[in-house]
């Protein structure tokens, strides 16, 4: 199926419903994160006692849907129904090629985030990248508190390709 581009474009700016997180940002992932990267810092490490906030890479950990059984949203998300056309056009191949983060301010060891997606923009045509040609998506992200405080803004550029190529010439 061909890529109707203006479809696409017609989803951006357009935001997701809020996503809540599966679970509450917790002590547990917070001592295997720390174990795994060999992080010593003491305001996380000292887990029974008065740790207080969560490691800010670990936002990601408490929102992300499982990956062994997908939630489908590409009906009803415009960032998802974005991904499920190109998709659909050939551009099979996600993969994340930037993230840029601002943290507002620290999350809450037990505080329950959720978040909004907005299809900030798409390219308009194919792009070159290092693995193929494809076309470019910008996903903007929203993590609030429980209480609806803004905690986190993030900005992920995604390119959907065809398929990966190689460059075996080095």
């Given at each position: 199926m061909a890529l109707d581009i203006t479809a696409v474009n017609a989803l951006v700016g357009r935001q997701s419903a809020p996503i809540p997180a599966r679970q509450a940002?917790?002590?547990p992932d917070i001592r295997h994160w720390c174990e795994v990267i060999r992080e010593d810092n003491r305001?996380?490490?000292?887990?029974?006692?008065?740790?207080?906030?969560?490691?800010?890479?670990?936002?990601m950990v408490w929102t992300m849907p499982p990956l062994w059984a997908p939630e489908s949203r590409a009906d009803s998300e415009p960032h998802e129904r974005a991904i499920r056309l190109l998709e659909e056009a050939g551009y099979a191949m996600g993969v994340s090629v930037?993230?840029?983060q601002k943290f507002q301010r620290p999350l809450?060891?037990?505080?329950?985030?959720?978040?909004?997606?907005?299809?900030?923009?798409?390219?308009?045509?194919?792009?070159?990248?290092?693995i193929g040609?494809?076309?470019?998506?910008e996903l903007q992200y929203a993590f609030?508190?429980?209480?609806?405080?803004?905690v986190s803004e993030q900005l992920c550029r995604r390119v959907q390709v065809a398929r990966v190529t190689v460059n075996t010439k080095n």
């Open positions: 940002a917790n002590i305001s996380y490490t000292v887990f029974e006692r008065d740790i207080v906030h969560a490691p800010a890479a670990l936002l930037a993230l840029e809450k060891v037990g505080e329950r985030l959720s978040y909004r997606v907005t299809l900030a923009g798409v390219s308009q045509a194919e792009v070159e990248t290092a040609r494809g076309y470019q998506l609030q508190g429980q209480n609806g405080e803004l």
